[in-house]
């Protein structure tokens, strides 16, 4: 960059839309989801509290029981069952910034859930302090510094000529 004119094309850069491009990428998409999902699977919110039911511990007695039969862990809380409420995560673009959503709801028709349940929607079982969707600062800093970076850095060089 020799002239005024290529420096300035610098300054003209818009960071926010480049970002938005990064973000709209599947593949970035996915590995947010997949860190989220990890985390779940941990036993762990967003905000990286041990999840655990509104009685204090991850699972009834009952439910031990199914979760063994199925081959699934019962010392820690993973919201998989059946993999349907992880099949809901999806990246959504709200202002200044990218938030995982995803559907709580277990579905409303009486065969959609287990016997003695009493509520379809899965924050039902959970007090209000666990954040089940986002990422820990761990994770962030690795889709950041190993995934986005990378990205924006390419995009950065093809916008600028380089």
């Not at 559907?103 to 009486?110: E, I, Q, R, V, Y």
């Given at each position: 960059m020799n002239?005024?004119?290529?420096?300035r094309a610098i300054f003209d850069v818009d960071i926010y839309s480049m970002l938005d491009e990064v973000f709209k990428m599947p593949a970035i998409?996915?590995?947010?989801?997949?860190?989220?999902?990890a985390q779940l699977q941990g036993g762990q919110d967003a905000?990286?509290?041990k999840i655990v039911t509104i009685g204090g511990s991850p699972y009834r007695a009952r439910t031990i029981k199914i979760k063994k039969r199925k081959g699934q862990p019962t010392?820690?809380?993973?919201l998989k069952d059946t993999g349907e409420f992880y099949?809901?995560?999806?990246v959504k673009f709200v202002q200044n910034g990218y938030e995982i959503t995803a559907?709580?709801?277990?579905?409303?028709?009486?065969s959609s859930f287990s016997e003695g349940d009493v509520s379809s929607n899965i924050l039902d079982n959970f007090d209000e302090k666990f954040d089940f969707l986002g990422l820990q600062d761990e994770y962030l800093a690795e889709l950041v510094l190993e995934h986005v970076y990378n990205m924006l850095y390419n995009i950065l060089r093809k916008k600028l000529g380089l």
């Open positions: 002239s005024f004119a290529e420096m998409q996915q590995t947010m989801i997949d860190f989220n999902q905000l990286g509290q010392s820690r809380v993973t099949d809901t995560f999806k559907d709580f709801d277990k579905g409303s028709s009486p």
